[in-house]
Nanobody, 115 residues
Framework: QVQLVESGGGLVQPGGSLRLSCAASGFTFSNYYMSWYRQVPGKQRELVAGIPSYGITYYDDSVKGRFTISRDNAENTVYLQMNSLKPEDTAVYYC?????????WGKGTLVTVSS
């Protein structure tokens, strides 16, 4: 069965960095588009970044130039390097993929940006 397990969240000061990881299993990882979403309580989940098997990555305007999504197909892992973090980046970050009509989410990892 498909599993997505996020890690790497935590508390960081404004201007700091974190790297999130999402370990995937149960499917042929290299064939799938992978994404990171985030959600603040009371708000809709929003797409942060996406990466195809090969090709152009996508970033929301709010994170362009600060976040970098990457993947290691040999390790079945997708990463989100987050630099120059701001308090408004505080959220639960989720890993996501889709196969036809089936959507798969991890349980999320909390990122808190605060002094």
């Amino acid at each position: 069965q498909v599993q997505l397990v996020e890690s790497g969240g935590g508390l960081v000061q404004p201007g700091g960095s974190l790297r999130l990881s999402c370990a995937a299993s149960g499917f042929t990882f290299s064939n799938y588009y992978m994404s990171w979403y985030r959600q603040v309580p009371g708000k809709q989940r929003e797409l942060v970044a996406g990466i195809p098997s090969y090709g152009i990555t996508y970033y929301d305007d709010s994170v362009k130039g600060r976040f970098t999504i990457s993947r290691d197909n040999a390790e079945n892992t997708v990463y989100l390097q987050m630099n120059s973090l701001k308090p408004e980046d505080t959220a639960v970050y989720y890993c996501y993929t889709k196969n036809g009509d089936m959507a798969y989410w991890g349980k999320g990892t909390l990122v808190t940006v605060s002094s």
